[in-house]
């Protein structure tokens, strides 16, 4: 889930005591930070996984939820499990924290996690209000900046379920051909459109989907066991990924189009 949905469903389950519902001097909201605090030791244990915002429970979690069904007892085993990792980091394996004192690391995790959802939020918006086809160019200028030759980009209109083409060289001699299909969606491709964008594709071909909303999950297993057909799934996760992971490769007019700033703080422990 979204962090926001999560705890968004947790405040409407569980009723908050008057403290709970205040703030922190800064400001800052005390039961969500309460909560985010709680949460970084599910993390350390495995039982619980955040990225860009997004909070999943892992398989490790589960079963800690079916062998510890008591709330208080799951809690302590979650603490423990984080302290255990804690003494197991070389740089805080020697430090004592005495009773009272703020946990650092904790801190940390909670303000690196905030900081990177506030950004994920505002790029996921820069694409919901791009226009569809200002994204087809974005993938265009990817592709190039992984050193393959785009040869044709779709205009506005039909264009036979194909919006990019590229080679693996400037003439096209070297297969294979790479077609590419690009989807600027809300919803989820579901598994009828990938088989639509799969038709088209030759013997030789190799198939790229990119969609901006991700792909369900019978999709995702379509396209997993396909043996004669070569399909790669991009959601805007993993396009954002390989956009800064070839950014330095982007020409300016693609930095222009989807403009990045890195900013570094202090992260936490991984």
Known sequence: MQAREALDAL?????????????FP??????????????????????FQKNKGI?????????????????????????????????????????????GEPDTEKEAAITYEAAEEQAWAEIEQYFRNMPPYEFQELVADLLRAMGYHVAWVADAGKDGGIDILAYNDPLGTRP?????????????????????????????????????????????DE???QENRKITLINLDK??????????????????????QPIYFLAPNT
């Open 11 to 23: 405040r409407m389950r569980v009723p908050l005591t008057e403290y709970e519902k205040g703030t």
């Open 26 to 47: 800064s400001g800052a909201n005390r039961f969500e930070k309460i909560v985010r605090f709680s949460t970084v030791d599910a993390v350390k244990a495995g039982w």
């Open 55 to 99: 909070w999943t429970i892992t398989e490790k979690g589960k079963q800690a939820y079916r062998e510890y069904p008591d709330p208080e007892a799951f809690y302590k085993q979650a603490v423990k499990l984080y302290q255990e990792w804690k003494k197991a980091q070389p740089e805080t394996a020697d430090v004592e924290e005495e009773d």
């Open 176 to 220: 294979p051909r790479i077609k590419v299909q690009v989807k600027r969606y809300s919803n989820k491709i579901d598994v009828s459109g990938l088989r639509s964008f799969m038709a088209v594709l030759g013997d030789n071909d190799v198939g790229l989907f990119v969609t901006t909303s991700g792909f369900t999950r019978d999709a995702e």
């Open 223 to 225: 396209a997993r066991k």
């Open 239 to 260: 396009f954002f990924d390989l956009w800064v992971a070839h950014w330095p490769k982007l020409d300016d007019a693609a930095r222009r189009r989807f403009p990045l």
